[in-house]
């Protein structure tokens, strides 16, 4: 029953958030995996490790994809998006946590530059 209601409330989070607050969700969501990823590399659990960054990837993926090109800073993005994904492969790959705390890393950073755009636009948190 509890994890219904989580559902639920997860679900509707999403459904009434605004892009800029979607686009932050995606964000924890990819640190989340990239976590999950760490503690499976701990855990010597590849497949979850796999699993994960590959769902990490995914997000990152989609915010690429997503990038608006009538903004000059989307060459920026694109590039930072471009590192991120060559350190997830090679964290894949090599099931290396130096690559993927390095993604990790970066996507921190992308996710606090864009709550400090949200807080200048006046988007709630």
């Given at each position: 029953?509890?994890?219904?209601?989580?559902n639920?409330?997860?679900?509707?989070?999403?459904?009434?958030?605004?892009?800029?607050?979607?686009?932050?969700?995606?964000?924890?969501?990819?640190?989340?995996?990239?976590?999950?990823?760490?503690i499976?590399?701990?855990?010597?659990?590849?497949?979850?490790?796999?699993?994960?960054?590959?769902?990490?990837?995914?997000?990152?993926?989609?915010?690429?994809?997503?990038?608006?090109?009538?903004?000059?800073?989307?060459?920026?993005?694109?590039?930072?998006?471009?590192?991120?994904?060559?350190?997830?492969?090679?964290?894949?790959?090599?099931?290396?946590?130096?690559?993927?705390e390095?993604?990790?890393?970066?996507?921190?950073?992308?996710?606090?530059?864009?709550?400090?755009?949200?807080?200048?636009?006046?988007?709630?948190?």
């Amino acid at each position: 029953m509890n994890q219904n209601l989580a559902n639920t409330y997860q679900k509707n989070a999403i459904l009434t958030a605004s892009p800029a607050e979607l686009t932050l969700m995606l964000y924890e969501g990819a640190i989340k995996f990239c976590n999950i990823a760490l503690i499976g590399l701990e855990k010597k659990d590849y497949e979850k490790v796999h699993n994960n960054i590959m769902r990490a990837k995914d997000i990152i993926t989609e915010l690429q994809v997503t990038l608006d090109h009538k903004y000059p800073v989307w060459e920026d993005f694109d590039r930072v998006y471009d590192y991120i994904l060559w350190q997830l492969r090679e964290a894949n790959i090599k099931k290396s946590a130096t690559e993927l705390e390095e993604a990790l890393k970066r996507i921190r950073e992308m996710r606090d530059t864009w709550k400090e755009v949200m807080r200048l636009a006046g988007e709630k948190k």
